[in-house]
């Protein structure tokens, strides 16, 4: 018997398992894996949401956004306009268009640089809270299945209806030609 004990104890070790232990070197065990990975999934969450909170915007802060709305529309609105007066006042038009004209090319493209970097910068911006948008609601994914689940044991644990309670179920019986609602009542009973 002690022969016997030595040899499983050898195998086996001492309240740990030899081979388990030898083969989790080349192995992953996959049980303490999941594990890691659910923690390392929960960190990460936590510090998106963390990066991400949603914070009480200043007076401040709220004046730059409403600033910032500005240009496009004023871009847009002047463009039409600027349509508008060549229509109604052409010889006006025509002598702001003369003025223009002058203006030289580097400064042409200085505002070219000044447009693109504000519109690159405005939809970086935009970008950014699109991606903080996507982290809250990721955040609120474990809450959403809970509350999909406990639905569903609720839906499940709900009983049928007898034939004799159809009447106060008006829906199944208030559109006789409605096809999707009939085999909708075939699938409840």
Same mark, same amino acid.
Do not use: C
């Given at each position: 018997?002690?022969?016997?004990?030595?040899? !499983?104890?050898?195998?086996?070790?001492?309240?740990? =398992?030899?081979?388990?232990?030898?083969?989790?070197?080349?192995?992953? =065990?996959?049980?303490?894996?999941?594990?890691?990975?659910? %923690?390392? +999934?929960?960190?990460?969450?936590?510090?998106?949401?963390?990066?991400?909170? %949603?914070? $009480? #915007?200043?007076? !401040?802060?709220?004046?730059?956004?409403?600033? =910032?709305?500005?240009? #496009?529309?004023?871009?847009?609105?002047?463009?039409?306009?600027?349509?508008?007066?060549?229509?109604?006042?052409?010889?006006? !038009?025509?002598?702001?268009?003369?003025?223009?004209?002058?203006?030289?090319?580097?400064?042409?493209?200085?505002?070219?640089?000044?447009?693109? !970097?504000?519109?690159?910068?405005?939809?970086?911006?935009? =970008?950014?809270?699109? $991606?903080?948008?996507?982290?809250?609601?990721?955040?609120?994914?474990?809450t959403v299945l809970q509350n999909i689940k406990a639905l569903d044991a609720m839906t499940d644990a709900a009983?049928?209806?007898?034939?004799?309670?159809?009447?106060?179920h008006p829906m199944r019986t208030a559109y006789p030609n409605n096809a999707a609602l009939r085999d909708w009542?075939?699938? +409840?009973?």
């Amino acid at each position: 018997m002690g022969l016997i004990d030595r040899l !499983f104890g050898l195998v086996f070790g001492g309240g740990n =398992n030899l081979i388990r232990d030898t083969a989790e070197v080349f192995v992953e =065990n996959a049980e303490k894996g999941a594990a890691r990975e659910a %923690v390392m +999934r929960g960190d990460a969450l936590a510090q998106f949401a963390g990066e991400f909170a %949603v914070h $009480q #915007r200043g007076l !401040f802060d709220r004046f730059m956004d409403a600033l =910032n709305r500005i240009p #496009r529309p004023a871009m847009a609105i002047g463009a039409l306009g600027l349509f508008a007066s060549a229509m109604t006042d052409p010889i006006w !038009f025509a002598s702001r268009m003369q003025g223009i004209a002058l203006v030289p090319e580097p400064l042409w493209w200085l505002l070219g640089a000044i447009v693109s !970097f504000y519109f690159g910068a405005r939809h970086q911006l935009k =970008n950014q809270q699109f $991606q903080k948008q996507i982290a809250a609601s990721l955040a609120y994914t474990p809450t959403v299945l809970q509350n999909i689940k406990a639905l569903d044991a609720m839906t499940d644990a709900a009983p049928a209806l007898p034939k004799s309670d159809q009447a106060r179920h008006p829906m199944r019986t208030a559109y006789p030609n409605n096809a999707a609602l009939r085999d909708w009542a075939k699938i +409840r009973d």
